[in-house]
């Protein structure tokens, strides 16, 4: 069974079991977001950081169970994702792909540096 053979579901329903609509999300994440910033002022996220922390989740996931580059998981997070295009979906492989590359140097440095002590 292929994922474009599911028929997703709404992720958020209302106790009628019918989905939200975007305007109402946006309404009730406005007014949890106010009361949340009520206590922390600093506190500022968007509904779309939850997709960002999904696609980034996904990624990291997906990568070290099936042992792949997170280049071959393009076309499948733009499905996940409901992007039309895999340009708009490149910018999570970009971002993962640089902060490995960096995570790597930073570890690089850090040997060398222990090795004059």
Known sequence: ????????????????????????????????????????????YRPHDLRSTFALNFLEIETKHRKISYDFLLEELAELMGHSDTLTTQ???RFVNRRKSQLIAAKNKNSKFQLKD
């Open 1 to 44: 069974l292929k994922n474009s053979d599911l028929q997703n579901e709404p992720l958020f329903v209302s106790n009628k079991g019918k989905p939200y609509m975007n305007n109402t999300l946006e309404s009730h994440w406005g007014d949890l977001r106010a009361l949340i910033q009520s206590q922390y002022p600093d506190w500022y």
């Open 91 to 93: 910018k999570y492989i």
